[in-house]
């Protein structure tokens, strides 16, 4: 009797052996091979100790996956407001240049040109203007994020 115990101890340790390492060798017909209940409740709660692990295992991936995930998009949204805040910067400046192009020929040639002309370059002029409105939107969004993180 004593020999039979002993070797379900051994049976035991080799079990959760396994179970550290990932693996069950536990099934029902092991199970139900044993007379005895209390060794039934013990490989019971050996596979349930494996099942709970790996559930957990799974949890812990999916949690370290979304961090990943997380990880990457904030980078990406870092990456995406210095693009904004550059491109917002840089279009300014052709902007500039055509509103003050076409406010130059208004004034200089308003006499010389006609109707459609004049109505042509005002049409840039508002165009322009809305573009320099637009790109002011875009460059003040784009430091937001920058003095909200200053402020903290």
Known sequence: MNSKRDDFLKDIFQYILDISKGECNISDEIILSTDDGMEQEILHG??????????????????????????????KNKELAQFNYIASHDLQEPVRTISSFATYLLKKYSGGLDQKGQDSLQFIQDSALRMRRLIHSLHEYSLLGRESKRAA
């Not at 961090?67 to 990457?72: A, G, I, M, N, T």
């Open 46 to 75: 050996l596979m349930y100790l494996h099942e709970e692990n790996e559930l957990s295992k799974q949890d812990m991936r999916k949690r370290l996956e979304a961090e990943y995930r997380l990880k990457v998009m904030e980078e």
